[in-house]
């Protein structure tokens, strides 16, 4: 089975998961919102920084490149999902871990 392929299967687990869970946030609306922490990686350019809170949503210049890399929209979670979310980038096999290096590898593309 390809790597890519088993990425795959471990965003969809992943997905299935958080719906089981209740988990699933709509990060789009900003209303009542509970403030968003972004667990990926510091980018270049000072683009953006590692554990940077939003409490009125995510600006726009970063949702740009939303649709070019899901994987980074789903590197913003809600501050009260901070430390389950850290363990389980700990595990290269979790979906969060697969976001992460997608990203890194989508900005390192970019510079």
């Known amino acids: 089975m390809s790597k890519r392929r088993d990425q795959e299967e471990v965003v969809v687990e992943q997905e299935k998961q958080e719906q089981k869970e209740g988990v699933v946030v709509e990060q ?22 590692k554990y940077t809170t939003f409490s009125n949503g995510i600006p726009d210049h970063l949702k740009l490149h939303f649709e070019k890399c899901p994987a980074f929209k789903r590197l913003f979670v809600p501050v009260s999902q901070l430390s389950a979310v850290e363990s ?16 890194v590898q989508y900005f390192s593309r970019k510079g």
């Open 28 to 49: 789009e609306k900003s209303e009542q919102q509970e403030p968003l922490i972004y667990v990926g990686p510091s980018l270049p350019g000072g683009l953006l920084t």
């Open 88 to 103: 389980r980038l700990n595990d290269a096999t979790s979906a969060e871990s697969v976001f992460y290096q997608q990203t």
